[in-house]
Every structure is written in structure tokens, then in C-alpha cells.
């Protein structure tokens, strides 16, 4: 499976008109989901040229973690560099449902946030 581009990564994450995106050193780039109820805002850092870049997780619940084989780092985040798509989005919409909150019920029930994925075609 090839790799997304970073350009590719970008457009999904612009899909999502709640993140704000905020560039970092090196090229890279941060997305900050201002609605977040928790401590931390960052939604995903580092995404970089080299198409690898990470997604918040220390909000998630233990359970979707185990279920969607996500690999979380000491610190929190998953590593996005081989994701797909729709594994990205995915990832994307945990992430949010839970910085904002919501209950895990509400994200094993894929709620719609409103992302545009005609974007991409």
C-alpha cells in the first residue's frame, strides 16, 4: 500500500473546518481543534513532508484503542505515517469525539462531523 503524500494528509485534515492548521518548524505542520474540553488543543502535530506525523490519543478510550490496533506512544500520540484514507478520517474523528467529550458510544457510532469528503475527489 503506498503511502499517503503529505500534500494528501493536508487536504484531509483541511477537510475538517473545526481544525485550525498552524506551521511549525521544518516544513511541518500542527492542526488545533479549538474545541477541545480537554487540557491540550493540538489535535495532530508534526505532520511532515515525509508524510509522517501523529494524532492525539491520550483521550481515547481504551477499548477503540485496542479495537483499532492503534499503537500509542508513551506520550499519547499514534503515528499516522502508513495510514490510509479512511484510516486517517477515522483516526481524525476519534480523536475529536474525544477532545470534545463525546462518549464512546457516540464514536462506535461513526457520529457525522460534518467533514466535506467530496474534497477529495
Sequence with gaps: MNMLSFEHKKAIFRSYKQLQEKPISYDRVNYV???SRQR????????????NGYVNGKYMDSEIIKKKGYNVDPRGWIRIAHFSEEQL???????MMSMSGK???????????????????
Design 89 to 95: 478520517r477515522e483516526v481524525i474523528e476519534i480523536a
Design 103 to 121: 462518549s464512546a458510544e457516540m464514536i462506535q457510532t461513526g457520529a457525522n462531523l460534518n467533514h466535506d469528503s467530496n474534497k477529495m475527489k
Design 40 to 51: 491540550g488543543k493540538v489535535l495532530a502535530r508534526e505532520l511532515s513532508p515525509s508524510g
Design 33 to 35: 481543534y479549538p474545541e
